[in-house]
T-cell receptor, first 112, second 113 residues
C-alpha cells in the first residue's frame, strides 16, 4: 500500500539554525499539507500547498517558514531560524482533494 | 470556521468492554468528519470518515461512528475493546469548502486486562 514517507525521523538543531524537513507524497496526490504537534498538545495545521503554491496557511506559518516542491516529488518545509518553541512533531499529509489526507510518520524536531 | 471538541482526555476500559469516545463539532457548513488513531511513536492513521453519505460509518479494526446532525456529534465506538486498541484517538473536521483539518485535543485510551 502506498504511503507518505518523511525524513529525517528525528532532527536535533541549535536555536537559530535552519532546518529542512522532507516528505515524499503518495505518487498521484496533488494536495500537500504540513501539520505539527507540540508535545502534549493537539495537532495543528500549518500550511496547504497545491499547484505549486500555498493555498492556505495558519497564523503559525509566519515568515520563518516556507514550503516548496523543489524537484516535483519531494515536498519540503523549511524553518529559517529555529526557536525553542518550534520543537514539535511535524507531520506531512497528502491527498487527492476533499477526501481523506494520508499522514506520514512524522519528524520529531528538537531545538536546543 | 470548523472545530471539534473531544470530551475526556483519557478513557480506561476493560478488555472486551465497549469503547466510546465522544466528539462534538462546530461547523458553519456541512462538515467532513474524521477519526484518526495514533499509536505510540507513529503517525496518524485514518480509522473512518463521514462525507455526507451514510450517517453510520464503519471503519477499520471494528470501529464505527454515527453522525448526528441534531446533536452535532460524531462519537466513535467499538463493541469490544482489545489490548491493541490502546492509543490516542483524534477527531477532526473539515468544512466542505476547506482543505485543512482541524483536530480535537485527543483522547488517550487505556485497555485493562
Amino acid at each position: 500500500e502506498p504511503e507518505v514517507t518523511q525524513t529525517p525521523s528525528h532532527q536535533v538543531t541549535q536555536m537559530g539554525q535552519e532546518v529542512i524537513l522532507r516528505c515524499v507524497p503518495i505518487s498521484n496526490h496533488l494536495y500537500f499539507y504540513w501539520y505539527r504537534q507540540i508535545l502534549g498538545q493537539k495537532v495543528e495545521f500549518l500550511v496547504s500547498f497545491y499547484n505549486n503554491e500555498i493555498s492556505e496557511k495558519s497564523e503559525i506559518f509566519d515568515d520563518q517558514f516556507s514550503v516548496e516542491r523543489p524537484d516535483g516529488s519531494n515536498f519540503t518545509l523549511k524553518i529559517r531560524s529555529t526557536k525553542l518553541e518550534d520543537s514539535a512533531m511535524y507531520f506531512c499529509a497528502t491527498g487527492t482533494g476533499f477526501d481523506e489526507q494520508f499522514f506520514g510518520p512524522g519528524t520529531r524536531l528538537t531545538v536546543l | 470556521a470548523q472545530s471539534v471538541t473531544q470530551l475526556g482526555s483519557h478513557v480506561s476500559v476493560s478488555e472486551g468492554a465497549l469503547v466510546l469516545l465522544r466528539c462534538n463539532y462546530s461547523s458553519s457548513v456541512p462538515p467532513y468528519l474524521f477519526w484518526y488513531v495514533q499509536y505510540p511513536n507513529q503517525g496518524l492513521q485514518l480509522l473512518l470518515k463521514y462525507t455526507s453519505a451514510a450517517t453510520l460509518v464503519k471503519g477499520i479494526n471494528g470501529f464505527e461512528a454515527e453522525f448526528k446532525k441534531s446533536e452535532t456529534s460524531f462519537h466513535l465506538t467499538k463493541p469490544s475493546a482489545h489490548m491493541s486498541d490502546a492509543a490516542e484517538y483524534f477527531c477532526a473536521v473539515r468544512g466542505s469548502n476547506d482543505y485543512k483539518l482541524s483536530f480535537g485535543a485527543g483522547t488517550t485510551v487505556t485497555v485493562r486486562a
